[in-house]
């Protein structure tokens, strides 16, 4: 794993083992994770040629995104922690067909990402807390920008 410009948001190349059937390539593996970020669940999602998710942003929850390269993304992050030396920092990263990545993106850093390629894309997304908690009797950990015009984290 590699620390990008923003403090906390790691980000590695996922290893495509291919053979004659196809390919396989781990997302995660609990000895290569802290435990604070181990997930605890997982989720698959299929994003629409020139479809963007988010910008949003969890208090408490670690996201460790896969874009395992059916299609390519766009993905934007925005330090959005006061307390961090990257605050205010953007960056952008793309995730290729051809080669496909992880990103941990920790609480406080707002994310969004677009599909740039010609086909439905799709991501595996493994957190850290559960979805609306146990038993989805919880709010939802989520501050969303995208239906705010005057928001500060413009693509």
Known sequence: ???TEIKGVFLFRLQKNEDDRGWLSELYRRDELDEEIMPVMSYLSVTRPGITRGPHEHKHQTDLFAFPGISSFKITLWDNRVDSPSYKCKIELESRETSPLCIVIPPGVVHA???IGSTDGITVNSP???YKGEGKKEPVDE???EDTPDNPFQL
Do not use: H
């Open 1 to 3: 794993m590699v620390e």
């Open 113 to 115: 990402y677009t599909n």
């Open 128 to 130: 850290n807390r559960l």
């Open 143 to 145: 501050i969303r920008y």
